[in-house]
């Protein structure tokens, strides 16, 4: 309850200094959706899913959140639109990894999303094994990983532009 408080206070100390709509707003209301979600407050979580995907419509890991939360809730078709739409900003957000030699990472995630998907179209629960090991490759450390190869992926391609145009 002490992390929806605080991320509550968060919320509104974005909101009233003026940053209404931000990437940063749109992460916590990811986070606070996240914190509903484990406390079992569907509800809550899906609004603040909702208002986080209102604010950054191409959050892949917030789409993920709400597609498992919609597969709880057994509405396939709103979690495979949101899987899908995760999957494809993931792929078009890790084509950088793949200029920077971490094709094997970018195909693993792509493997779990099409599971996930899979899953999905099959009736299959969030506690579903290909769920629950897509669910767990899309948070942590892998996500920390993926993070800092994308960083590393863009990094170059500046570098290669950057070069370019001394040419």
Known sequence: KSAVNDLTG????????????????????????ATFDEMGDAAAALRDYDRALEINPD???????RGMLHVGANRFDFAREDFTHALALTIEALAGMAASNKVHVVRERQDR????????????DASDTRVVAAQQLLSGKVEQ?????????RDAKRKRAAARKKK
């Open 10 to 33: 968060q919320i509104q100390e974005q909101e009233s200094n003026g940053k209404g709509a931000n990437v940063r707003l749109a992460e916590l209301y990811s986070n606070r959706g």
């Open 59 to 65: 959050d892949a890991k917030c789409l993920f959140n």
């Open 113 to 124: 999303l099409k599971d996930v998907e899979d899953a999905v179209s099959f009736g299959a």
């Open 145 to 153: 990983q993926l993070s800092a190869a994308i960083a590393r992926g």
